[in-house]
């Protein structure tokens, strides 16, 4: 394996405001946010994601919950990325094993905008439920010393657009191919004598 890492910074989806009684670790996501999550965990599938290191936050854990679930890794949870400062969530970052060469860090602004720029230098509107992709040059350990590269920002609204660009053509490759199936059925009827 080459020393170069990948990392995917998520930040939670939309969450509800609608209980102001609540502490703000318990907020859940709003239902704006599930329907990110429903995006979000379509284009997960693709992902070779290792480990997730995620807040306990309730919309952060109802935000990676279903995407590590289609992405079948380890899940940790880990305070610093709730409210850390920008050395805390790198020293996150520098602590990831060895032998994980690509992992997810989900977690709340302005931490997650903070912790991009610090591998990158490029800043981020972060929008809620954005995913970034953070390629690194060299191992974990050594995350903020040498220049990331952004490799993609997608936001919901990204992803829905894509997923409504690819919906016609799934939706053809499925009447295909029960069409073809139907032909299938049909002659088989005709070669027993059933038809």
């Not at 709730?82 to 931490?111: F, I, K, N, T």
């Not at 953070?134 to 010393?145: C, D, F, R, Y």
Request: hydrophobic letters at 35%; one cysteine or more.
């Amino acid at each position: 394996m080459g020393t170069g890492r990948t990392l995917y910074v998520l930040r939670h989806a939309k969450s509800d405001w609608s209980d102001p009684a609540l502490a703000d670790r318990e907020r859940p996501l709003a239902d704006k946010g599930r329907r990110q999550v429903g995006r979000l965990v379509k284009h997960a599938a693709s992902l070779p994601v290792e480990l997730v290191v995620s807040s306990p936050a309730v919309r952060a854990r109802q935000t990676v919950d279903p995407v590590r679930d289609v992405i079948g890794c380890e899940l940790r949870e880990d305070s610093r990325l709730y409210s850390g400062s920008e050395v805390e969530l790198l020293q996150v970052v520098r602590e990831l094993p060895d032998g994980c060469s690509s992992a997810m860090v989900v977690g709340h602004m302005p931490g997650l905008a903070t912790l991009v720029e610090a591998l990158t230098g490029d800043f981020l509107d972060f929008p809620t439920g954005g995913l970034a992709t953070v390629t690194l040059p060299g191992p974990w350990s050594a995350a903020g010393e040498s220049a990331g590269r952004l490799a993609e920002l997608v936001s919901p609204r990204d992803l829905r657009e894509r997923q409504a660009a690819e919906a016609p053509k799934e939706a053809k490759e499925a009447n295909e191919s029960s069409r073809r199936a139907r032909k299938k059925a049909k002659r088989r009827r005709k070669s027993t004598g059933g038809g």
